[in-house]
């Protein structure tokens, strides 16, 4: 996303992480978007495209729910646990879901919610 000079911000629930990352000049915030007021607070209904990469089913639950109750039209990309989760993301909360192929804390795991991303945001190349 930088290299395409995309606007966007992160967050994360590990307070550490978050400051480490905003040490490198990052935009990364630390704070849940299960919470409206989170929601709000950032503006993320202004968000062309968020996506939702957090662990676990019922956190990756917890946020779409949450984005789609205040939001209904945004576009959200996700990373499902297993394809019965993608599924039901899909067709219950109109997401696109991705199921990971890669360990959970693989680097590599980016890439393929990278290139959705970019395709999303209409860069090809």
Do not use: W
Request: aromatic share 8%; glycine share 6%; charged share 25%.
């Amino acid at each position: 996303l930088d290299e395409k000079l995309v606007n966007y911000i992160c967050f994360d629930l590990d307070v550490q992480r978050a400051t480490d990352a905003r040490d490198k000049g990052k935009p990364v915030f630390f704070g849940d978007l299960g919470r409206p007021e989170v929601l709000e607070y950032f503006r993320v209904g202004s968000a062309k495209l968020v996506v939702v990469a957090v662990d676990g089913v019922k956190a990756t639950n917890r946020v779409v729910v949450a984005l789609r109750k205040l939001y209904p039209d945004l576009e959200i990309i996700a990373r499902a646990a297993n394809k019965g989760h993608r599924r039901r993301l899909s067709t219950m909360l109109g997401v696109v879901a991705l199921v990971p192929t890669l360990p959970e804390r693989s680097r590599l795991l980016s890439l393929p919610f990278a290139g959705a991303v970019l395709r999303n945001l209409n860069y090809s190349k």
